[in-house]
């Protein structure tokens, strides 16, 4: 097109491109999904923005909040449009080719290790796998400040923009038209188009319709020519007085018209609208609750997510909910731990989806959660902003946070492999229990550091989350245990519950703090991950016991009748040693209670760092 405006790709975004257009990756249906999913999105942002804003949406056909899916078998090109909120034409540029998402670079990075396209909807490039399946992309676009704008591309790392003056005007909105490639013959068919909007896009909450073909019986009149109707004998058709002169049985043999078949096309609603969270828990399949977990986190790696919970919460706020625990965690969840607040709940009031994007919903350590809440309670007139501070969200963040810690205790407790010993025998060995096993320690592997988190950040919750603490100890033989199991095991009269730290179990092993509690048949737990030692600072006490640092000053053990008598001889040597070393070193020599063959350790007072939290402190500011 002369008119046009042309612009290069952003170099991340070409390559991007490049890897889709010369991918082998053979799953190519997910550019369906992707592009339903973008108009989705597109329909809830206007939908918002007309609940403070009644005439934004326009009249008649424009008002129609709709996904219209459209195939031309000859030319090869399937249309995909909705009355969303459309781009403008500095949208469009930024949006489709020059802005690169922050997600672009890890996916291409991704994508040359894995090749599996599966997940680049969670990266935020979405659109750009229309290019697995068409070398010529066109998006036609109308937002309601501007003009109608075609984009177009063959993926040769430029774009071009016009001002639309071909196509008929869209209203508002937006319409992507995939030429296909040779290759891609098998989306030349409506069959296959439906199959793949049940399959990934059965629940998106605005009606998809597909222009669909439908043979239909006609009546034509009956033709002397037409011989394909095998019962016509040719003889029959004769003329009207002759016709009504014969019997009835005749009659029908000799039809004056015949049926045929032909072919008109209708608006075909493809997906059930109702929206998953309104029905009935008891009425809702597991695989229902897999695919919408698919849908929502845009994780379509097939994985059932690991535990959901589907509930309503009634009272003061009312609202509804479902979460899900992924069953993996997402590529960047401690990476931007610090730096992003981003929840992965989404927001709707009435219905109405408002934001996915509201950090007073969960806690950051929860923010691995995905999945939604709808409340009634919330007003829908007003702002984000507004919304953001109605007092009603701390009281649905309370209730979510013991939601989820209960649906994580849950994954324990189902499965087999966290049942304490003396239970172990009585669990039965049913099919679902074996699907459930080993369950908390993927749930452990994946989301551990969270939990831990969430014991520092979170008071009012830290006896909760520490009941969800797993680790190794000098008796777990190299699998998980908990608190609880570690009380259940302590010996007769022990009040502490010891614990060492440091970077490894094998280096903990080794250490000469252990010596005589290994000896005394004391179990210690291992703490290796540096997180751990804030951990500590926090994790004060459970159930009554104190946590005790075996490398720190205050071990008691049960009493030896010895110690008194061990103290008082020895007084004069530790004495002298307390002399001789240089006081700004140490605080006290002692006689020590913890050693066996070690002849003397170093031990951190109560209140100091331990060695290890001096090494990590060190490590972090080298
Ligand atoms: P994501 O959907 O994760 O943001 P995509 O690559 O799928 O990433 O889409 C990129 C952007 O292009 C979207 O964020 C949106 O701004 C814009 N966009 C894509 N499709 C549409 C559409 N149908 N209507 C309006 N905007 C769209
Ligand atoms: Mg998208």
């Known amino acids: 097109r002369a008119t046009a405006e042309k612009f290069e790709f952003q170099a991340e975004v070409s390559r991007l491109m490049d890897i889709i257009i010369n991918s082998l990756y053979s799953n190519k249906d997910i550019f ?18 007309s609940l403070t804003d009644k005439e934004i949406l326009g009249e008649g056909d424009t008002a129609k909040l709709e996904i219209q899916i459209k195939l031309d078998k000859e030319k090869k090109i399937l249309s995909i449009r909705d009355r969303g909120i459309g781009m403008t034409k500095e949208d469009l540029v930024k949006n489709l080719g020059t802005i690169a998402k922050s997600g672009t670079s890890a996916f291409v990075e991704k994508m040359q290790t894995s090749g599996d396209l599966n997940l680049i909807g969670q990266f935020g490039v979405g659109f750009y796998s229309v290019y697995l399946v068409a070398d010529y992309v066109e998006v036609i676009s109308k937002h309601n400040d501007d003009k109608q704008y075609v984009w177009e591309s063959n993926a040769d790392g430029a774009f071009a923009i016009s001002e ?21 013959q098998e989306y030349l068919n409506e069959s296959k188009l439906k199959e793949l909007v049940k399959k990934y896009s059965e629940f998106i909450n605005f009606p998809i319709y597909l222009w ?73 399949t597991d695989e229902e609750y897999t695919k919408f977990y698919h849908s ?17 919460a009634e009272g003061d706020v009312e609202f509804k909910a479902v979460l899900f625990v992924p069953p993996k965690a997402p590529h960047d969840l401690y990476e931007s731990y610090y730096n992003t607040n981003k929840s992965n709940l989404k927001l709707y009031v009435r219905r109405v989806f408002i934001s996915d994007e509201f950090d007073e919903l969960l806690p ?28 009603s969200l701390r009281t649905i963040k309370k209730k979510l946070i013991r939601k989820a810690l209960d649906m994580i205790r849950k994954i324990a407790e189902e499965d087999p492999d966290e049942a304490n010993d003396k239970e172990k025998k009585d669990v039965d060995e049913s099919n679902e229990s074996d699907e459930k096993k080993g369950q908390y320690t993927k749930f452990w592997n994946e989301f551990g550091k969270s939990i831990k988190l969430g014991i520092i950040e979170d008071a009012a919750n830290r006896n909760r989350l520490a009941k969800l603490l797993r680790f190794e100890t000098t008796k777990s033989d190299g699998k998980l245990t908990s608190l609880d199991q570690y009380i259940s095991r302590m010996k007769p009269g022990q009040k502490d519950i010891f614990y060492i730290t440091g970077t490894s179990k094998e280096q903990l092993e080794k250490s000469p703090f252990l010596e005589r509690l290994t000896k005394k048949n004391y179990e210690v737990i291992f703490f290796t991950d540096p997180v751990d030692e804030y951990l500590m600072q926090y994790l004060m006490d459970y159930e009554d016991k104190k946590f005790q640092n075996v490398s720190k000053e205050g071990l008691k053990i049960g009493k030896d009748s010895k110690d008194k008598e061990l103290k008082e001889s020895f007084k004069d040597l530790t004495k002298w040693w307390k002399g ?5 070193n140490v605080d006290d020599v002692k006689i020590s209670n913890r050693l066996a063959n070690t002849p003397c350790v170093v031990v951190t007072s109560k209140y100091g760092w331990s060695a290890n939290m001096e090494r990590i402190m060190q490590s972090q500011t080298l």
């Open 32 to 49: 369906l999904r992707e592009l339903i999913s973008n108009a989705s999105d597109a329909l809830d942002k206007i939908r918002f923005l």
């Open 164 to 184: 639309d003056v071909w196509n008929e005007p869209l209203g508002r909105g937006t319409e992507i038209r995939l030429h296909f490639r040779d290759e891609a």
């Open 212 to 284: 669909a073909s439908k043979e239909v019986d006609v009546e034509v009149p009956a033709d002397e020519e037409d011989s394909s109707d095998e019962d016509e004998k040719p003889e029959s058709s004769s003329s009207e007085e002759e016709e009504e002169d014969t019997e009835k049985e005749e009659n029908e043999k000799k039809p004056k018209t015949k049926k045929a078949k032909e072919t008109t096309y209708e608006w075909e609603l493809l997906n059930d609208v109702k929206a998953i969270w309104l029905r009935n828990p008891k009425e809702v």
């Open 296 to 312: 929502l986190a845009k994780d379509f790696s097939e994985e059932k997510p690991l535990a959901w919970s589907h509930f309503t």
């Open 364 to 391: 950051k350590y929860l923010s691995f959660l995905k999945g939604l809440v709808d409340s009634d309670t919330l007003p829908l007139n007003v702002s984000r902003e507004m919304l953001q501070q109605h007092s």
């Open 580 to 584: 001789t070393l240089a006081s700004e």
